[in-house]
């Protein structure tokens, strides 16, 4: 009786798990899939190509989990359309610092919003979601994956199979006379 209460509460904790990891994981991939989206999205609205140059390297402070400071490199870019100059501060920081001031670059521009850019050089929002997309479907998928396994090797360790429907099988397995009194 002891065994099958613990199997029981085993099994639903495991279920309980396997929801969560399902859940955490496909918020991953979803996350991941709307920054692709959204970076795809805007990679087509720039279409005007200029060139831009970093005016500013700030140096500032990020929060990558609470109470964690890291200090970062963000760099400021300053780009000419229709004769207008603008300036664009990245979204996207770095923690080395791959670029200085006066660099050139190219820059795509949207030209309905000239505050909406895309740099190719510097924008790696489609390789970061896709690597979002890859770890939620590994976490969503990896509780199936582990019950599979320990489902094969449980079957390979206790020797379990399948047992048949004939007659002579049920009753090689069952014991038909058991009155369930003793």
């Known amino acids: ?38 970076a795809t999205g805007n990679k087509k609205k720039c279409t005007v190509h200029t060139e831009c140059e970093i ?65 190719p050089e510097y924008s790696d929002e489609i390789s970061t979601s896709r690597w979002l997309m890859v770890i939620g479907a590994v976490v969503a998928l990896a509780p199936v994956v582990i019950a599979l396994f320990f489902g094969i090797l449980g079957g390979i360790i206790y020797g379990v199979k399948k047992v048949g429907t004939t007659e002579n099988d049920i009753q090689d397995h069952y014991d038909i006379n058991n009155d369930y009194r003793g």
């Open 1 to 38: 009786m002891f065994n099958r209460v613990v199997s029981k509460s085993l099994f639903r904790f495991y279920l309980v798990s396997m929801a969560l990891f399902l859940i955490a994981g496909g918020y991953i991939f979803l996350l991941g899939l709307n920054m692709t989206v959204d």
């Open 55 to 119: 005016v500013k390297v700030s140096y500032e402070e990020f929060e990558r989990r609470p109470g964690e400071i890291d200090m970062v490199y963000v760099p400021v870019f300053r780009y000419s359309l229709n004769g207008a100059d603008y300036n664009y501060k990245s979204d996207t920081v770095y923690s080395v610092k791959s670029f200085e001031v006066g660099d050139k670059t190219e820059i795509y521009v949207d030209p309905d919003d000239p505050y909406n850019v895309y740099l």
